[in-house]
Structures are given as structure tokens and as C-alpha cells.
């Protein structure tokens, strides 16, 4: 069975890839309170680690003792996709990379792969789900030719 998708305004892709530029803005800004607040109250995220975190409150406590504590590195993120699965939910898909504290280029060791779903109450855009995914590559050696 093939579905067929709508097309969705432009405007509204803007919206979800606005939301996904705040979050690694309040990241990269050290901000736990600004970066919590893009969550809806019963939210979850999971980290990097696997490790999860869930609500709004314990986002930003969370966040905010890691910020206190160390050191983190800066967020590059670039969309690969937005998609609608219904007007009022949106699922992104993003690759990000990470500057450490002081460097000027991208680490390539700790690439990731984020994934956010997005839900629209009241005409506000939040975050219901935040995944940071670390990227491996699965490539590997080649086999030789002989």
C-alpha cells in the first residue's frame, strides 16, 4: 500500500527547522532553561549515552548540572528531513557534528544523528521527543581484490 503525502506549506517546514536551530542555539548558548523550554512538560530526550531524561523539569536540571560541570562542545546540525505525520505533528531528521570547547573544526569522532518529533498545541511548536544518536560508521575495511 502506498500512501501519498500532502504537500506541506513551506512556512510549516520552516517552523520545525526553526525549532531545531533554537536547540542548538540554547545548547551551544550553555542555556538549560531556554533549551528545556522547547519541550513539552511531559517530554523525553535521550542522550547521546542512551541515556534518558524524562520531563521538562528534569531536562533542565539535568542539563543545567552537566553545563555547570563541564565543558561542552558546540553543535553544528544540518535538517535532512521534515516530515508531517499528521498538520499537528512533525517528525525531523538531522546529522550534527560537534566543535570542542576551544577548537575551531568539527570532531569527526562524536558525529551524530538526531531525530526530534514535534507537536503543535495551541499554535506552539514543542519538542515531544529529542534523540542524539551518535553516528558509527559501518563501513569498515574493504575487502581486497584478487
Not at 506549506?9 to 531545531?20: F, N, R, S
Amino acid at each position: 500500500m502506498s500512501a501519498q503525502r500532502q504537500e506541506v506549506p513551506a512556512a510549516l517546514v520552516g517552523e520545525i527547522e526553526a525549532l531545531y536551530r533554537q536547540l542548538l542555539e540554547t545548547w551551544n548558548q550553555r542555556n538549560a532553561r531556554e533549551f528545556a523550554a522547547l519541550f513539552e512538560e511531559d517530554a523525553n530526550l535521550i542522550g547521546f549515552d542512551g541515556s534518558p531524561i524524562d520531563g521538562r523539569a528534569n531536562i533542565e536540571r539535568l542539563l543545567g548540572e552537566i553545563f555547570r560541570s563541564h565543558q561542552t562542545a558546540s553543535y553544528v546540525g544540518k535538517v535532512r528531513e521534515v516530515r508531517f505525520l499528521t498538520p499537528d505533528v512533525a517528525l525531523l531528521r538531522a546529522v550534527a557534528g560537534m566543535i570542542p570547547p576551544g577548537g575551531s573544526d568539527l570532531n569527526p569522532a562524536v558525529n551524530s544523528v538526531q531525530a526530534l518529533v514535534a507537536a503543535n498545541r495551541d499554535g506552539q511548536w514543542r519538542i515531544s521527543l529529542y534523540q542524539n544518536t551518535r553516528r558509527r560508521s559501518t563501513a569498515g575495511p574493504r575487502p581486497s581484490r584478487r
